[in-house]
């Protein structure tokens, strides 16, 4: 099992950007599939998954994010990114960062049930 622990969470203004990160210890994520999923407290039963990165380096984007978030690995160090601009209120919520080894069967959709490494989650805050 990989150790998951993201980092750079916050409060912003709509249209700002911040930019979180995970570090992974144990097992190298070069052979981890990896990723963010979201959820907003009290609002959703299950989790949102934002951005995945494949071990081939396919990424794949929910609708609601595509053109304003990107994920990025960063090789040889075990950790990847999430940069997010133009940030809406609607982004508000708790952002975790998983992993899973290989690659999941993601054409029949990108659900949590196919992660099994998660981070605590980090918030992050649109508000004006």
């Known amino acids: 099992q990989v150790q998951l622990v993201e980092s750079g969470g916050g409060e912003v203004q709509p249209g700002g950007s911040l930019r979180l990160s995970c570090a992974g210890s144990?097992?190298?994520?070069?052979?981890?599939?990896v990723g963010w999923f979201r959820q907003v407290p009290g609002k959703a039963r299950e989790r949102e998954g934002v951005?995945?990165?494949?071990?081939?380096?396919?990424?794949i984007y929910a609708d609601s994010v595509k053109g304003r978030f990107t994920i990025a690995r960063n090789k040889g160090e075990d950790t990847f990114d999430l940069q997010m601009n133009s940030l809406k209120p609607e982004d508000t919520a708790v952002y975790y960062c998983?992993?899973?080894?290989?690659?999941?069967?993601?054409?029949?959709?990108?659900?949590?049930?196919?992660?099994?490494?998660w981070g605590p989650g980090t918030q992050v805050t649109v508000s004006s």
């Open positions: 998983v992993a899973v080894f290989g690659v999941p069967p993601l054409r029949q959709g990108v659900t949590e049930y196919l992660f099994d490494n």
């Open positions: 144990g097992p190298t994520l070069d052979y981890y599939t």
């Open positions: 951005a995945i990165s494949t071990t081939d380096d396919n990424t």
